[in-house]
């Protein structure tokens, strides 16, 4: 029982980085957009 709730946290804590990740991805290509525009 305590194993299989640590493997659905463990699942939750999985996903929750993942969305990070992609947060920061999308952030990046927005700050990447962001200095192309203030090199022209």
């Keep these: 029982m305590a194993f ?3 493997g ?6 999985l996903v ?3 969305l990070l990740d992609r ?3 999308m952030e990046k290509g ?3 957009k962001v200095e ?3 090199a022209v």
Excluded: E, G, V
């Design 36 to 38: 192309d525009n203030a």
């Design 4 to 6: 299989q709730l640590h």
């Design 16 to 18: 929750h980085i993942r």
């Design 30 to 32: 927005f700050l990447d």
């Design 23 to 25: 947060n920061l991805i």
């Design 8 to 13: 659905i946290s463990l699942r939750k804590t």
